[in-house]
């Protein structure tokens, strides 16, 4: 079955270190797209991307940096984590020209920074 | 500005009872709403959009545009309703913009 995957699925690390969450899909969509959730808050949108060439900033993108080696592949950096980026993230994707509004979402990656 | 408010985290209610959970929004376009659901354990998955006009596991959602609301109702609750659910906005950009969320609790 088309999928989205995201590695790892729990990381715990420490305030300063730089992190790399990956997400891969086999669902051949063209946009992707980066959010976390925190209770309470609902999911924010951390970056998005509409093609392999285009690459967006979202709601909360600062501390956070992504990169997008494929159309299959995006993957989210925090260069120097800090206690307050602990989350859940998740990954998605939609298909260009799709329905409006529908995503397919990973299975989440829980970070914790210490 | 653009925004979804769930005002309730922690919606509970005993199996059979109806059920609406809220959803307010602020949208200068003609906006585009959809319900998303986390069951546990679960991804998030699209529940159902304003646009289709479903009802998708008895539940429904009405769009309306004069008190800027799209509830999502369910008239006989169900214990495997228990979820997280959130309400999202569709921008002309493509994106979504989600709700805080609102945990159901079905209680039998």
């Known amino acids: 079955d088309a999928d989205v995957t995201q590695t790892p699925r729990n990381r715990i690390t420490k305030t300063g270190k730089r992190i790399m969450l990956e997400c891969s899909q086999t669902?051949?969509?063209?946009?992707m797209y980066w959010y976390r959730q925190d209770p309470g808050l609902g999911l924010r949108l951390i970056y998005y991307s509409f093609d392999v060439k285009d690459i967006n900033k979202g709601e909360i993108s600062d501390g956070y940096s992504v990169s997008r080696q494929a159309q299959a592949k995006f993957s989210l950096s925090l260069e120097s984590a800090i206690p307050n980026q602990t989350a859940l993230y998740f990954c998605a994707t939609s298909p260009a020209g799709g329905l409006q509004g529908e995503q397919f979402f990973g299975p989440g990656t829980r970070l914790t920074v210490l | 500005a653009q925004r979804v408010t769930q005002p309730e985290k922690l919606l509970s209610v005993f199996k059979g009872a109806p059920v609406e959970l809220k959803c307010n929004y602020s949208y200068s376009g003609s906006p585009e709403l959809f319900w998303y659901v986390q069951y546990s354990r679960q991804r998030l998955q699209l529940l159902l959009r304003?646009?289709s006009r479903e009802s998708i596991k008895g539940f429904t959602a009405d769009l309306n545009k004069g008190e800027t609301s799209f509830h999502l109702k369910k008239p006989f609750a169900q214990e495997e309703d228990s979820a997280m659910y959130y309400c999202a906005l569709s921008n002309q950009g493509g994106k979504l913009i989600f709700g805080q969320g609102t945990e159901l609790s079905v209680k039998p």
């Open positions: 669902k051949g969509h063209d946009r």
């Open positions: 304003h646009i």
